[in-house]
């Protein structure tokens, strides 16, 4: 019993002194994450919302960071996310005068590209009856024309230029002859229209305004690599995941590991050793924000790793690596998240502070529960398209399942906490609840945020907490969606991780590759089975003449059946057999069982 009693008291000085190191995500401080007591680490939840035990800002902007923390104390009541431009698709997936249906917070519009440098785009509802004007097409002056009865709408402005029912409405010389001349355009037949731009090869909508106020907007982020020649390989893929589950996936290196059996995401990774740096700003006088985190780009986890396993070949690389550390060689790992939509990461040379590769990330919030992942990696020279989607692919077929899983707790969760929102505001003699102005509290309740990577994370869940409400048209969605049981469950693997429907049914580049595969994949069948059915023909024939026949033959089917395989890339392929099979290398390539 005494020993009992000595391990029970050891163990609680143990978890004394680890949770005395950690530090409570408080969503009213903007500089700090203060300390915790063990009592506040009790919520009556029975969840834990902790974070490391260090100062996560160092603010860049310190008359913007005034603005921001001026109302009650919360340093995102001026984030809006309505003053902000949205990336929607890479340019070179719009097909030229063709007009194409993309979504951005559950509205859907319609855009098109009519030159290499131009883009025009209007809501998604044709005026005269709601038809979908991206079911029409582009007229050879530039306009969009419904399908269903023939209007035609200025994509610069809405304006109705065309109504086939109405003559009067061509600019006609003779048509002032005539009883239609009389007839004018109503004023309500205009459509809406939304400023558009492609920028860095990149389409950005601005949905929450006109083009003065969209003018008057910050820009699109930049990535300065562009403009050195650095070229890219761009990919996209639709997602039956919530954007914002999505974006804090991506900034979330501790998961690349185990996940993806991915050890360069262990570079981006914190350790007590190698602290990560975390700055914030609050531009466009706290409309915006922008987070990024810079530490060593060391092994940090796979250090400890190598250090328990007994392997000559790793115990030189821990070796190899400490002494890198001590001459400081190690470049820098940085991560620059522009909320809401746009992430840089790169690893700089320290004493240059140039790079030689960049991830870029784009997220394009379709709706609740949806989001549209695009990103490109950017080098000197970049591998075609289609390769770069191959890797891709399997690699976000790793984590998205486990996204899914998540996203039935969170969005119930947060609906619920919605719905207890506005019966507080409403329980008085008149209703006070304003979404621009409440928090929530989801992930802060639901989260246990406690490596020293997640200094970064933490901040970006804050953020969720504080400023979801005001994202819109989130409310009605979200409440709507919750009543449908649409949280009850997770989807099936082949829904969540569907390749077809993802990226091949909405890009065209993919439909061309697997449009040629299926060309490469007949012809080498055929030319396999005339070499074969020459080879067996021919009465008398030379070696030389057999050897090239079963060469062409050998080499026919072989480009069938590589062409095939592409081909099934993009379609449905991560099983839970493959998954099985991922999470097997943990224990033998990234952290080994104790």
């Known amino acids: 019993l005494e020993r009992r009693i000595a391990a029970m008291l050891l163990h609680r000085l143990v978890l004394l002194l680890l949770l005395d190191g950690a530090t409570s995500f408080v969503p009213s401080s903007l500089n700090s994450l203060v300390a915790v007591s063990t009592k506040s680490r009790r919520p009556s939840s029975g969840k834990i919302f902790a974070a490391v035990d260090q100062d996560v800002s160092q603010s860049s902007g310190t008359a913007s960071t005034t603005s921001a923390e001026s109302s009650n104390n919360n340093p995102f009541a001026s984030f809006d996310y309505h003053a902000h431009w949205y990336p929607v698709i890479w340019a070179q997936d719009l097909i030229l005068n063709e007009p194409t249906k993309v979504t951005v917070f559950d509205v859907d519009y319609v855009v098109a590209k009519i030159s290499d440098t131009e883009v025009i785009c209007l809501e998604d509802r044709c005026p005269h009856k709601a038809a979908a004007l991206s079911e029409g097409r582009v007229t050879s002056t530039g306009n969009f024309q419904c399908a269903y009865h023939g209007w035609a709408f200025d994509g610069k402005n809405g304006e109705c230029v065309d109504i086939p029912q109405i ?56 990535v300065p690599e562009y403009d050195l020649g650095f070229q890219m390989s761009p990919a996209v893929r639709d997602m039956p995941v919530d954007w914002p589950i999505l974006v804090s996936n991506i900034c979330d290196p501790d998961h690349g590991l185990f996940a993806h059996q991915a050890k360069p995401f262990d570079m981006y990774s914190a350790s007590p050793e190698f602290p990560m740096q975390v700055t914030e700003d609050f531009p466009n006088s706290g409309k915006g924000y922008v987070i990024k985190s810079k530490v060593d780009a060391s092994d940090k986890l796979l250090e400890v790793d190598q250090t328990w396993r007994d392997d000559t070949k790793q115990q030189k690389k821990v070796k190899k690596q400490h002494e890198q550390k001590q001459k400081g060689d190690a470049p820098w790992a940085t991560s620059s998240l522009f909320l809401p939509n746009h992430l840089q990461l790169k690893r700089v040379d320290k004493s240059t502070n140039t790079t030689n590769f ?237």
């Open 167 to 222: 003559a009067s409405t061509r600019e006609d010389p003779d048509a002032s002859s005539t009883k239609t001349s009389k007839k004018k355009i109503p004023s309500r037949s205009c459509a809406q229209a939304v400023p558009a731009q492609i920028f860095q090869h990149m389409v950005w909508l601005f949905p929450g305004g006109n083009l003065e106020q969209a003018l008057q907007a910050p820009p699109p982020p930049s």
């Open 358 to 594: 960049v991830s870029i990330f784009y997220i394009c919030p379709v709706g609740v529960g949806r989001s549209r992942f695009m990103s490109a990696g950017l080098a000197k020279k970049a591998p075609p398209r289609w390769m770069t989607k191959l890797f891709l692919d399997n690699f976000l077929d790793q984590d998205t399942y486990l996204l899914a899983t998540q996203q039935k707790f969170i969005l119930e969760q947060e609906a619920k906490d919605v719905k207890e929102i506005m019966s507080q505001s409403n329980s008085g003699p008149s209703s006070s609840f304003d979404p621009l102005t409440a928090t929530m509290q989801t992930r802060r309740n639901m989260f246990c945020l406690c490596s020293p990577t997640e200094r970064f994370g933490a901040k970006i869940e804050q953020f969720w907490d504080s400023t979801l409400l005001k994202s819109p048209n989130r409310i009605p969605r979200l409440l709507q969606l919750q009543s449908a049981g649409a949280f009850a469950s997770t989807p099936s693997r082949e829904f969540v991780l569907d390749r077809k429907a993802q990226n091949l049914d909405i890009v065209p580049d993919s439909q061309d590759v697997v449009r040629n595969c299926k060309r490469i994949s007949f012809a080498g069948k055929f030319l396999g089975i005339a070499a074969l059915v020459t080879k067996f023909a021919l009465k008398s024939t030379t070696p030389q003449r057999n050897a090239a026949l079963a060469l062409t033959c050998g080499a026919s089917f072989l480009a069938s059946w590589a062409a095939k395989k592409v081909e099934k890339e993009y379609h449905y392929k991560y099983t839970d057999e493959m998954r099985r099979k991922d999470m097997n290398k943990i224990p033998k390539d990234i952290w080994v069982d104790k």
